[in-house]
Every structure is written in C-alpha cells, then in structure tokens.
Nanobody
C-alpha cells in the first residue's frame, strides 16, 4: 500500500529555518517524481520544488530559489524540504505529492497520483 505522510511544519520567526519530511511508504523513490506544493489562505496551490523531475534534476519555484533545498534519502523513502531564510509569505500548508517519473517541462502542473495530508508552516514574529 502506497502512502505519503508529511511532517515538520510549525511556527518559525522570519529568517528562521524548518525542515519538512515526506515519507513515501511502499515507493521506490527513483521511479517517482516527488514534488512539494503549498497553499496559502485564499490563494491557489503552487508548486515549490520537485526532485526526479526533468530527468534527475531538481526544480525550484523562483520564489524559493536559493532559500529552499530538496533532497532525498532512498533508504528511508523520504524526501526532505530544507527551508531557510523563511519569510512571512512562505506561510502555507505544504503538501507532498508523488507521480510516475517522466520528463516534462511543467513539473508543477502535471498530474500526481499520490498526495499527503499536508503540514502547516507559519512564519511570523
């Protein structure tokens, strides 16, 4: 049975850091594209970062480039999102999603088959 579970969210001050975890039980990570999305109140869901997308590369949204880092541990079936220099506008529910690994120029709008329940991140002083 395939299951996606996120954790690691919380309240952090601006400029602080958090690391989100996405445990993908039953998955062989190299066969899947794994993407972090987020949705802020009153806004549409947006793609944040993906791994195993566009081949074996990672992709970041412009808004998080150079502040967030996505990486994985295959042995633990876990994908991490290290978030540094957090800003209030990073406040959102963060979701992890997985889908078959295929090349696309649009990793944030392709369909994903498996989703987690989300973890809340709030950046506030």
């Amino acid at each position: 049975q395939l299951e996606v579970v996120e954790s690691g969210g919380g309240l952090v001050q601006p400029g602080g850091s958090l690391r989100l975890s996405c445990v993908l039980s039953g998955f062989t990570l190299d066969k899947y594209t794994v993407t972090w999305f987020r949705q802020a109140p009153g806004k549409e869901r947006e793609g944040v970062s993906c791994i195993n997308c566009r081949g074996k590369k990672t992709v970041y949204a412009a808004s998080v480039q150079d502040r967030f880092t996505i990486y994985k541990n295959n042995a633990k079936s876990t994908v991490y999102l290290q978030m540094d220099s957090l800003k209030p506008e990073d406040t959102a529910i963060y979701y992890c999603a997985a889908g078959a690994n295929f090349y696309t120029d649009y990793p944030f709008i392709r369909p994903y088959d498996y989703w987690g329940q989300g973890t809340q991140v709030k950046v506030s002083s």
